[in-house]
């Protein structure tokens, strides 16, 4: 066939293909279509490999070398709004990643080789199903793509729009990035719109943790390799004037590396809990007002060789009338198992709503072991002898020096979003802590 009268079939065909576009695995018409031009072709062919994919197989000469030339099949949900003659008769799918195309060119070239056989070898053309949710590939593996047929390397095309017709493009290593499809699912309490603080509004910690999925590339990735995490659904049970207790939110990640892959793919299956900072103001001995926030804890300590003389009060009730030792702290369950567990303090569940008050080697009263209290009042700590025995107030690792009051508090308004391997979660380090505690 001459190489015009081809293009014309070619271009038939792939208008025939993008009418009827199906999905997945489900390609009850798109099968059979190539299944009987392949056997046309006087090709011998193995339907129902990975459920609707086949493998065509043309032999030529003596040679056992061999090459497979590989094209997909499936379509996109997606609604097509073109008017031309051959768009979509299947509404909401789609051939908008040019899956037609390639099996048409696959179609293209098992032609041409049949009626022009100069080679040496065979020629294996793989029609893969279920490009697009990543599942095809393997299911053409489990059914033994690669053990019933002794293939020695494998080729194909992508498409790509925008590039000049008739050139092609490659390079050596890779090209495409691999893909990993995600599911978040949450579960809140749903409730009126109303009383919002009645519920927990999974709309708002969905945004939140959208949010922070775009950080993922820009701030854990090295700025020299290449990855993608894009959110492509949000949806929600809730309607106008009621809040949803569920929310999905699903996307995909995609990297041209496997370590940049695991990243990724950790960072996304990550546990989240929300947390607020503590919120330290102080006044110095020269009555000026210091605020600053700490994640961790709040660290009141000497600043001579001079124990510390403080007063302790929560809210409107004194918890320590008189503390004479080298500081204390106040800690948030998140850095309850920092500076806090070495001075012998609690431990605190990430979502218990407290905070932990422990002193740092403890004078008098000498057998002090601190306070647990919750995180709704200020906790007021006060230097009862400035001049001879001055301290300094530490918010995580900012210091004010000569402080005279200090006023802790957790600051609700703010919330930061505290990610954790979920193989490794925190939440599981802080249990083992405290049983080692309890057994030690």
């Known amino acids: 066939m001459h190489t015009k009268n081809l293009e014309k079939q070619l271009q038939k065909w792939r208008h025939d293909f993008h009418t009827c576009p199906e999905l997945n695995f489900d390609l009850e018409i798109t099968s059979p279509k190539v299944e009987k031009l392949l056997n046309d072709f006087g090709y011998e062919v193995h339907s129902g490999i990975g459920k609707t994919g086949m493998v065509g197989i043309l032999k030529n000469g003596s040679s056992k070398k061999s090459i497979g030339i590989r094209a997909d099949m499936d379509a996109l949900p997606v609604e097509e709004v073109n008017e031309f003659k051959y768009k979509s008769q299947h509404p909401g799918k789609m051939h908008a990643c040019g899956h037609d195309g390639h099996t048409v060119m696959a179609l293209g ?207 409107s009730k004194q918890i320590i009338k008189r503390l004479v030792s080298d500081g204390v702290l106040v800690s948030t369950p998140a850095g309850s198992t920092a500076y806090n567990l070495s001075v012998h303090g609690p431990i605190l569940s990430l979502n218990s709503k407290k905070l932990s008050i422990s002193p740092i080697s403890p004078f008098r009263p000498r057998r002090w072991k601190g306070k647990i209290v919750g995180d709704k009042s200020k906790i007021i700590i006060k230097n009862l002898n400035p001049k001879k025995r001055p301290i300094s107030a530490v918010a995580d690792n900012i210091e004010v020096r000569n402080a005279k009051n200090i006023i802790i508090k957790t600051n609700q308004k703010i919330r930061f979003n505290l990610l954790y391997d979920q193989n490794k979660s925190l939440q599981k380090k802080i249990k083992i802590e405290q049983l080692r505690r309890e057994t030690s």
């Not at 053309?125 to 490009?131: A, G, H, L, N, V």
């Not at 080729?155 to 017709?165: V, W, Y």
């Not at 309490?189 to 509004?201: I, K």
């Open 109 to 315: 070239a098992a032609k041409h080789l049949a009626e022009n056989p100069n080679f040496d070898g065979t020629v294996y053309f793989i029609f893969q199903p279920d490009e697009e949710k990543t599942q095809g590939a393997q299911a053409m593996i489990d059914d033994g793509l690669f053990t019933k047929f002794n293939i020695d390397e494998v080729f194909a095309f992508h498409n790509l729009p925008g590039m000049k017709t008739g050139s092609f493009a490659s390079r050596a290593g890779t090209i495409t990035a691999s893909e990993s499809l995600f599911k978040i699912e949450l579960w809140g309490q749903g409730g009126h719109s109303a009383l919002p603080h009645m519920g927990v509004d999974t709309i708002t910690v969905g945004s939140q943790i959208i949010n922070s999925l775009q950080s993922i590339v820009s701030r854990k990735l090295n700025p020299a390799v290449n990855g993608v995490v894009s959110v492509t659904g949000f949806s929600a049970d809730g309607t106008e004037n009621v809040l949803p207790g569920y929310a999905l939110i699903t996307g995909d990640s995609r990297s041209l590396s496997p370590e940049s892959n695991k990243i990724i793919e950790n960072l996304i299956k990550a546990k989240m809990i929300i947390i607020s900072p503590l919120e330290m103001s102080v006044k110095n001995n020269k009555n000026q007002n210091k605020k600053y926030l700490a994640i961790n804890e709040v660290s009141i300590l000497r600043q001579s060789r001079q124990a510390a003389s403080l007063s302790i009060n929560y809210g």
